[in-house]
């Protein structure tokens, strides 16, 4: 494990959890990767230069006001006071928009085609400008992200951040658009998305989240907007640093398998990858503020004789070259290590860290299978799925998710993943288990 730490950043570790021991013919090496990021703004560290101050943060809101918001109308009242009070949470200095998503997107404030900066006079105006929102039109997501990146392009900030509310199904343009809008964003900002009611589709509000490397969720009660609006704005306004890389370099003919985000929830990065240099590649993960993240990395080596050793891969924290020019900036470096032995206790031992890990993206996985099964009529096989996923809750001691299985299915018992399904499931209950299924819980070190 190295630390990097400069004058004026928060202070960045990469420590590796791993059993480096393979048996003769073993090829596959396993690793955590917990990255943590301290001392910045969020607890009185000093803050990158030209990063962390609230002039250099952008947000833009994005509001459903499609027709269905107005069912029942305290759908709506409750959306824009939940915006309103997100409005409040900026600092000041912050360059914000609000934009009204329909089956178009609308700039309705400032509505000059760009931000106002945030103080007591223009979070004012802005309010004012919420009162004016009504329900009416279609739904289509992609344009209100495209209009969110060009509103934020206009700031020239390095924290760049959306949040998104929507209540309906994206029925007014096609998947492959909004894949596209999605695709055309990612990198660009970060965004967090919020389902609200129950007639919103769980894999959009998700893919967008997981897209754009934010979080996504359930307000299944409208009157829940606003404490949780709340809570993201926060959560936005202590990031410090943008643009972090989690960067690979594999020695010649080593072959990366995946690279997933397992904690605080479950992502896949690996098909993120952009090339950096000889046998290195960058992984995204969005911009930090004090906080921690784990990732799985996997790789496959060449075989090697008993005795042999060899640096699997190397992991660094990467901050991108700044705009002006300049080398990319090193935050943190970790080594994955492989060491070929006849001892099979060494050699069969799975590290805690990886078989936590291993586990919590299975329970992610069959979550999403068993209410696939569930949906499609298949009783037995979404009882057999989400039974695992019961069980894997349970192994692991992951509480938050154990009770949500509990209101889908009777658990007849955990240890062994035997449950019956529920025969009536409230519809807000089955999705927040499937918005919810890759939220993790950190292994016990």
Not at 161 to 173: A, Y
Not at 403 to 420: C, E, M, N, Q, Y
């Amino acid at each position: 494990m190295a630390n990097f730490s400069k004058s004026r950043a928060p202070r960045f570790s990469v420590d590796v959890y791993q059993n480096s021991y393979l048996p003769e013919g073993g090829r596959e090496v396993n690793a955590i990767v917990t990255v943590t990021s301290t001392g910045g703004g969020t607890t009185g560290g000093v803050p990158l230069a030209g990063n962390t101050s609230a002039s250099n943060m952008a947000v833009v809101l994005m509001v459903d006001c499609s027709g269905s918001m107005d069912h029942p109308p305290t759908k709506l009242r409750n959306a824009r006071d939940a915006t309103a009070a997100a409005i409040d949470t900026l600092r000041d200095g912050t360059r914000f928009a609000v934009v009204a998503g329909t089956h178009v997107a609308r700039d309705v404030y400032p509505g000059n085609g760009g931000l106002a900066t945030a103080d007591r006079l223009t979070k004012a105006q802005a309010k004012d400008a919420l009162r004016g929102l009504s329900a009416g039109g279609g739904t289509a997501i992609g344009t209100w992200l495209r209009l969110a990146d060009r509103l934020l392009t206009t700031a020239g900030a390095d924290l760049r951040h959306g949040i998104l509310l929507t209540d309906g199904r994206n029925e007014h343009e096609a998947p492959e658009d909004l894949r596209a809008a999605l695709d055309a964003c990612a990198g660009r900002f970060t965004c967090d998305a919020r389902g609200v009611g129950t007639d919103w589709e769980v894999k959009e509000v998700t893919g967008v989240a997981s897209a754009l490397l934010g979080t996504a969720d359930i307000v299944a009660d409208p009157a829940g907007l606003a404490a949780d609006f709340t809570r993201m704005m926060e959560n936005a306004m202590g990031k410090e640093v943008a643009d972090v890389a989690l960067r690979l370099w594999t020695p010649v003919d080593t072959e990366i398998l995946f690279v997933k985000q397992v904690a605080p929830s479950v992502a896949d990065l690996t098909g993120r990858r952009t090339e950096a240099g000889p046998r290195a590649g960058d992984y995204p993960t969005g911009s930090w503020g004090d906080e921690s993240r784990d990732y799985h990395v996997c790789v496959r080596v060449p075989q090697a004789r008993i005795g042999q050793e060899m640096l699997a891969a190397r992991v660094s924290l990467i901050l991108p070259a700044p705009p002006g020019g300049g080398a990319p900036q090193p935050l943190g470096q970790g080594l994955v290590r492989a060491v070929w032995t006849d001892d099979l206790v060494a050699s069969t031992a799975m590290n805690p860290q990886v078989a936590h890990y291993t586990g919590q993206a299975e329970l992610a996985r069959v979550i999403q299978q068993g209410l696939d099964a569930r949906k499609a009529g298949d009783l037995n096989g979404a009882t057999a799925k989400l039974g695992r996923a019961v069980q894997l809750a349970a192994v692991s001691g992951n509480e938050d998710t154990a009770k949500l299985l509990s209101k889908v299915v009777d658990v007849v018992d955990a240890a062994t993943g035997t449950v019956r399904l529920k025969a009536k499931v409230a519809e807000a209950d089955e999705m927040t288990l499937e918005t919810r299924s890759t939220k993790t819980v950190r292994v016990k070190k």
